[in-house]
């Protein structure tokens, strides 16, 4: 069977050693030195469905459409939100004063928002989906399934995501075998492939496994690790037991070093665990860049969002953490010198209703289960300062609203497909392979999203 | 008040709880029962084994007769078989609990757990005000205590395996524990009479908004649908989100897409039909601790203000469900509606099999318990002993006893709270040592999920495999590094707090086990062998042990060292890792 481990495993063994902790220097010589061309994603999902309408908020004349739908329970006030620079299709926002640091970015033109983006088969309008008539995904407003869809999986039965089928479609000179991280401790199907797996899981892992330093390929204990590593089973359910630890053993021989040298990324990163992930990403970046290694995907999450009372209670004190640990990681990334070469996409697997749902009082506001969103991009390839696709209407039973009974459902104008597909192609995938990234691409107009500078 | 258990024979109609029925029951077991929970040593004299892979198992239906001698008419069941048994029905095996198998049998051993009564949580430290420091911490050591030492273990271990099943968000920890309980008490009854408990309890109704779920109204702002809960109970609590034909596989469209198994206007609908609860009132006077605001012990009531409700019509799953019904008529009948939908028995019985025997059951195993739910032979719909019963002691579950007859789909991935429960129970811990700062060490907590939809996607499929093995994405590097230390996490303590260390507070006795690493190796290997490895360790894995202790990468000045650096290794091993 053919896993990532391919390379590693083959290395290994011709150099009659373990692989642990000598990876980088069984690399190819081409792909040992730092080169210039390293591009490394970062996707941070946000689990629960993000409100977008609390984290962008028109403040010219759609701020009396919004707070004339969610009412002022749930609408963000006009003074808790802060003013962005420019006016981006004649239009003007507001971002949640919380985010405040995200504004800084968004100012200096390294953050931009794409508005109205979620899961779709093809083009549709609100009308048709009023009226049942316009194709759309299986499963919408389900937390599993539409995370999946974000995520890319195509099939009840297919664990792949767009992120592992997209570096499987790499050239060859970009491909290799930790080429995707997992931080996340609840999602990471984005970064299966169909034919390799992810590296790391979790954001707990560390080179010292009780008696053993995997770093070390000839201390014993870790030899003892290994052999049990290798033990052979028919059993189908040991065998992916086994298969398992053996990655788990190998990524961290590989990857831990840079957590455990005093050379990790510092800042304030806030105190909710995706900082902690975004921590640990700004520290892997750099040793992975050192590495030779060419393309990284990572993806991080932070849960919380799914918000169906205490919205406006709630949210705020999230945003707080969430904008310092973006901040940090920025800020970290750019003193490591990879100002250029990392993107990072913030996501969720649907937006939420415009019309609030019920509480037992008028302050516990919250909304339910949307469709479309805002979603945002931040890095130095950004094309930021702006937001990018139509604004949505945001009137209830307005054009963008797909409820039947105008609960403020947006109908995206955006596929979550062409947003990951502008990515994948920066990340080097061509556009012939695109289809097999992206099945349901062919419904939508062929010119990839101007998200990125060229 | 209704009691709870020992449990009668469900009864065909769906029956709705008028009171909260979790009063802390006082233990008067049965003599059987006491044999089962406690293990028969005194009858038994020992745990010898029939050594070879030859066990035979009894599978006799003759329920519990309650009488303490030993029945002839059962074959006795070799060690290895009922260690496995252990496994799978308990939070890991003891010398007894494997000894009171091997003596009646298992289908004996299996209703004698089922007569049990549930054991439940003692609230009274909850109960206070203000609320302790350690309160929170406290909660979530409560449901793992009552898993190392209550004898109901089969009853225990179906509610660990249900409350991933029903996930609940977190609360309050006296309502979280009144709903453990509830959960505990209910999860050998009908189906439909844990949903609609589950319906009623006043920290779901909070939690996943039941309470402020109200039909739009003029003059009241804030009251709106609020479809949450509606949501959790068609997704996650029966139907799934994909229809399911006649063999349990997901209908596809003619473009080969799954179809759904609900609409958004059945979701809109059943919101509307669970319109109308409220916590129920403190009683006159209206005293009460601050926390139990909620008053989370009662169920929730109807709310006596009609604009809490919508009295309308509704159409739920093509079922018309009539105008002017209470809300709890009306609840049992969409929970009728819904536990009767072909759905909810393959997600059910598939859940229960994986949560209890084995990942990848084959087709005809899942039809047998789907066929267990659909009548447990006396007429009763989703009777939860039945089913119990139906995948312990079915066929292919049994299998994989005779070592040469077990199958190679065999097994599940043995999560890391009964990685954890294993080790405390072989050492004989009382309830679950404490962290420093005062909580239970696990690194999986029951109840307290990292996402509100649980530990693992049941529909999770492995990556390049594709097996559906939910527990395989939890298996990556943190995990595994916290798994190699797991054993060691006792030796710090011994090390560190020898005299009031938490370990041994919580009653964990390693002496035994430190004694026969001192006395020799082939007597530490068949103590490991026997709690942890049905009865002898893999070869492969005595070498590998041999090695380690060549090599002692450890400190030999610390008596309990070596054995549990030994163990913590040996726990890693696949043979352990999966419960084969």
């Known amino acids: 069977m053919s896993t990532r481990r391919t390379l590693l495993k083959g290395l290994g063994s011709a150099a009659g050693l373990g692989a642990l902790g000598l990876s980088a220097a069984l690399l190819p010589r081409a792909a040992r030195t730092a080169d210039a061309d390293f591009r490394a994603l970062v996707v941070v999902m946000l689990e629960g469905g993000l409100d977008g309408h609390h984290v962008l908020v028109p403040t010219d004349h759609g701020y009396g459409d919004y707070l004339a739908s969610r009412g002022a329970d749930l609408a963000v006030a006009r003074s808790d939100l802060i003013d962005l620079p420019g006016q981006p299709a004649g239009r003007s926002f507001g971002m949640h004063r919380r985010l405040s640091p995200l504004r800084t970015l968004y100012q200096q033109g390294r953050l931009g928002f794409i508005a109205n983006v979620g899961p779709l088969v093809r083009p549709v309008t609100a009308a048709a989906v009023r009226g049942g008539t316009a194709e759309v995904p299986a499963m919408l407003f389900s937390h599993r399934h539409q995370s999946g869809l974000v995520q890319g999986a195509l099939d009840l039965g297919d664990s792949s995501g767009w992120g592992g089928r997209a570096l499987e479609a790499l050239p060859p000179t970009l491909r290799h075998d930790l080429a995707a991280i997992g931080l996340s401790p609840t999602v990471n199907q984005l970064l299966h492939g169909r034919r390799s797996n992810l590296a790391l899981g979790g954001n707990g892992f560390s080179p010292w496994w009780s008696m053993a330093d995997l770093r070390s390929a000839d201390n014993r204990a870790t030899q003892a690790y290994r052999r049990l590593a290798q033990t052979q089973s028919t059993n189908a359910i040991r065998g992916e037991y086994q298969r398992a630890l053996s990655a788990a053993l190998e990524d961290s021989a590989a990857l831990t070093e840079p957590l455990v040298n005093g050379s990790e990324a510092t800042g304030d990163f806030g105190n909710r665990d995706v900082g902690r992930q975004l921590q640990i990403a700004a520290s892997l970046l750099p040793h992975l860049r050192q590495q030779g290694r060419r393309r990284q995907l990572v993806l991080a999450s932070d849960g919380g969002y799914d918000h169906h009372r205490h919205q406006i209670g709630n949210l705020p004190e999230v945003f707080e953490q969430l904008g310092r640990a973006l901040s940090a990681f920025d800020a970290a990334v750019r003193a490591a010198g990879l100002d250029n070469q990392v993107v990072t996409l913030v996501m969720s697997e649907f937006g939420r209703t415009l019309r609030h749902s019920g509480g037992r009082w008028d302050h516990e506001a919250g909304s339910d289960h949307g469709w479309g969103n805002h979603w945002w991009l931040m890095g130095g390839p950004v094309v930021g300062g702006t937001v990018h696709g139509p604004f949505p209407s945001l009137v209830l039973g307005g054009a963008d609203d797909g409820d039947p009974d105008g609960a403020g459902v947006l109908v995206p104008t955006t596929s979550s497909d062409q947003v990951a597909a502008a990515l994948v192609r920066w990340l080097g995938v061509h556009a012939e392979m695109l289809p097999e990234v992206f099945p349901d691409l062919v419904n939508f107009p062929t010119t990839p999203l101007p998200l990125l500078r060229a | 008040m209704r009691p709870i258990g020992p449990l009668t024979p469900a009864s065909p109609s769906i029956r709705m709880s008028q009171a909260p029925a979790l009063v802390r029951v006082a233990r008067t077991r049965t003599l059987a029962g006491l044999l089962a929970g406690l293990g028969a040593a005194l009858v038994l004299g020992g745990c010898g084994r029939t050594g070879g892979s030859d066990g035979e198992t009894a599978v006799s239906a003759t329920p519990s007769s309650g009488q303490v001698a030993a029945p002839p008419a059962v074959a006795r069941v070799d060690f290895y078989a009922a260690s496995r048994l252990a496994e799978q029905a308990s939070f890991g095996p003891t010398p007894a609990l494997v000894a009171a198998i091997q003596a009646r049998g298992m289908a004996g051993w299996i209703d004698d757990q089922l007569d049990l009564p549930a054991s439940q949580i003692d609230l009274t430290p909850f109960l206070v005000d203000p609320v302790p420091n350690m309160d929170w911490e406290d909660s979530k050591a409560a449901f793992p205590d009552l898993a190392l030492r209550a004898p109901d273990q089969l009853r225990l271990r179906v509610a660990w395996v249900l409350s991933q099943w029903v996930t609940v968000n977190t609360g309050d920890a006296l309502g979280m524990l ?60 029966t139907l799934g989100t994909a229809e399911l034909d006649a063999n349990g596989q997901p209908v596809r469209d003619a473009r080969g897409r799954p179809r759904p198994a609900y609409s958004e206007r059945d979701v809109r609908e059943l919101t509307r039909a669970l319109t109308g609860w409220e916590f129920r009132a403190h009683p006159s006077g209206g005293q009460h601790l601050p926390r139990d605001w909620g008053n989370w012990r009662e169920p929730m009531v109807a709310s006596n203000w009609p604009g809490d409700r919508d009295f309308g019509a509704k159409q739920l799953l093509g079922v018309a469900v009539p105008a002017y019904q209470s809300a709890a008529d009306e609840l049992r009948q969409v929970i009728g509606i819904l536990a009767a939908h072909p759905n909810t028995r393959w997600r059910l019985a598939r859940h229960l099999i994986q ?226």
């Open chain 2, 355 to 580: 949560g209890l025997v084995k990942d990848q059951p084959s087709p005809e195993y899942l039809q047998r318990v789907v066929s267990a739910y659909a009548d447990n032979g006396k007429g009763v719909r989703g009777d939860l002993r039945a089913l119990v019963r139906a995948v312990l002691l079915d066929p292919e579950a049994r299998a994989g006893d005779d070592q040469a007859r077990a199958r190679p789909d065999d097994g599940r991935i043995r999560e890391n709270f009964l990685v954890a429960s294993a080790i405390y129970r072989a050492v004989g811990c009382q309830r679950v040592p404490r962290w420093e700062w005062g909580g239970p060490r696990l690194h999986q907590v029951p109840f307290h999920p990292p996402s509100p939809r649980g530990f693992v996607d049941s529909d999770d499929r492995t990556p390049v495999t594709h097996l559906n093995v939910p527990a395989q994405r939890a298996l990556n590097a943190s995990e595994f590094n916290q798994r190699s230390g797991m054993g060691t996490w006792l030796v710090d303590y011994w090390r560190t707090r020898p005299d009031t260390g938490s370990a041994s507070a919580a009653g964990c006795n390693v002496d035994d086990m430190v004694a026969r690493y001192q006395r020799s190796t082939a007597e530490y290997y068949a103590w490991l062998g026997d709690r942890f490895f049905r009865g002898s360790l893999p070869p492969a894995l005595r070498q590998s042990l041999d090695q380690l202790i060549r090599i002692r990468h450890w400190d030999e000045t610390v008596p309990v060292e070596p054995p549990v650096r030994l163990l913590s290794f040996a726990l890693l091993w696949p043979n352990f890792g999966v419960i084969e």
């Open chain 2, 178 to 237: 009144v709903f453990q309980n509830l959960l505990v008490a209910r999860s050998l009854d009908t189906f439909e009479q844990l949903l609609v408990d589950v319906s009623t309890n006043a920290h779901v109704g909070h939690t996943l908004d039941l309470v402020g779920n109200r039909p739009r109204t003029g003059g009241c702002a804030a009251c709106a649908p609020n479809h949450n809960y509606a949501r959790v109970l068609l997704e996650q609590f």
